[in-house]
């Protein structure tokens, strides 16, 4: 256990040089950068533009490209999983929650200034997962975040009896994972929204039951 150090009366307390950023704020306007471009096609000088930090202060921040994308990428799976609490919260039926959940990533999706977006991890990681070890890995863990999220309120519902006992909450699980990134894919390709919206309600009738409109 770390000790408060204790001053003596004729100290002068010693305060350290205030930080000239706020690293979310940074790691935000970096992910916008990534997100419009992809990695490669990302520069440092694009990443200075967005950010505001000359390139010596990304360095001492953030350190290298790649260190700075994969800080990137690990604040979008934090702001994702706030997100998915946010809207699994369990006061509502599962239908609404899962609903409200795709509704809100489609809002994302379809938020790009030069046209639909899709979602930043999917359409950046997966392109540079097979040769860097580190995104690749990235990926996983926010993959495995997603799927968790998604079982822990399916079987919850299945717990409150809005699903039968015999219902898989892990397969569900993956199916819900599916469909979110599926949604993600084709809203860059261009797919209009009401399209993937009948996806999430074959999704929606397959887990939650054709009738529950609940």
Known sequence: MVQKEVMQPNQRKRRGRPRA???DAALTRAIGSFWKAGYSGTSLDDLSAATGMNRPSLYGAFGDKRDLYLKSLAHY??????AMDEALAHEVPLRVALQRLYDKALSIYFSGKDGPRGCFAI?????????EPAIRASLA?????????FEARIRFAQEQGELSRGTDPAALAMLASATLHTLAIRSRAGTP???????????????????SRT
Request: proline fraction near 2%; hydrophobic fraction near 40%; charge should be negative.
């Open 21 to 23: 950023y706020d690293p």
């Open 193 to 211: 929204r009401k399209v993937l919206q009948g996806i999430v309600d074959v999704t929606l009738g397959v887990i939650c039951g054709a009738d």
């Open 77 to 82: 799976w934090e702001l994702s999983r706030v």
């Open 141 to 149: 863990q926010g993959f495995r975040m997603i799927d968790e999220a």
């Open 123 to 131: 359409g950046t990681a997966t392109t540079e997962a097979v040769q």
